[in-house]
């Protein structure tokens, strides 16, 4: 197993998220294109976080941090966390309850492995 190591990682902004959602009791992982791209050796542009913590928890959470939370889709379970001038989305777990494979209803989920059993994750390498 490859560990991701990049300086996005250990960014202050980055880490403030993690912290935000870490000391409040919650779980916190990276997701999405900044881990396909750490893994290609591919700039990363871009963070994305899933957290058990619900939307309205991340937004007392982020409160206490002196952060600021922008609802970019609620319905979703997302918020734009915006830390050090940069914008990070954290979404909380979900699960599909239905999908036609590009659009899906989704529910809240408690565990990261229901939340990755959803997510689209490809990696071709040369």
Known sequence: MRRL???WLTDKATQSVFS???DGGFQA?????????????????????AT???PEQVMELVKKAGLKAIPTGLEHGTLTLVSGGTGFEVTTFRKDIETDGRRAKVAFA???ETDAHRRDFSVISP
């Open 52 to 54: 058990d913590a619900r």
């Open 5 to 7: 190591q990049g300086d």
């Open 20 to 22: 935000t959602l870490l």
């Open 29 to 49: 992982f990276t997701v999405g294109g900044c881990v396909r791209n750490e893994l290609m050796h591919h700039p990363v542009n871009d963070v994305d976080f």
């Open 110 to 112: 408690d565990n990261m």
